[in-house]
Nanobody, 126 residues
Framework: EVQLVESGGGLVQAGGSLRLSCAAS????????IGWFRQAPGKEREGVSC????????YYADSVKGRFTISSDDAKNTVYLQMNSLKPEDTAVYYC???????????????????WGQGTQVTVSS
């Protein structure tokens, strides 16, 4: 059974940091790219970051560049999203997702992903 389990969300003040984890099981981790998405109330789900399985390339939304860092620990089948300098507008439910496609410039399209986690809430207070 494929599972993606996010953790690490919570409440933090603006300017603070959180590290999200996405633990994967039930598939060959090395064959899949992992993306992080977020969805705020009343808004569409948007791509935040992605790490490619083929060459470890990383991608970021413009809104988080320089503040968020994605990384992967293949030994633990886990992808992390380090979020620094958090802003109230980063408040959302954060999801990780897995794709066996060559993502490239399409990394932020939700339809490129086969499996999704249940999400973890991130709330940034001003």
């Amino acid at each position: 059974e494929v599972q993606l389990v996010e953790s690490g969300g919570g409440l933090v003040q603006a300017g603070g940091s959180l590290r999200l984890s996405c633990a994967a099981s039930g598939f060959t981790f090395d064959d899949y790219g992992i993306g992080w998405f977020r969805q705020a109330p009343g808004k569409e789900r948007e791509g935040v970051s992605c790490i490619s399985s083929s060459d470890g390339s990383t991608y970021y939304a413009d809104s988080v560049k320089g503040r968020f860092t994605i990384s992967s620990d293949d030994a633990k089948n886990t992808v992390y999203l380090q979020m620094n300098s958090l802003k109230p507008e980063d408040t959302a439910v954060y999801y990780c997702a897995a794709s066996d496609l060559m993502l490239g410039s399409s990394w932020s399209r939700t339809r490129m992903y086969d499996y999704w986690g249940q999400g973890t809430q991130v709330t940034v207070s001003s």
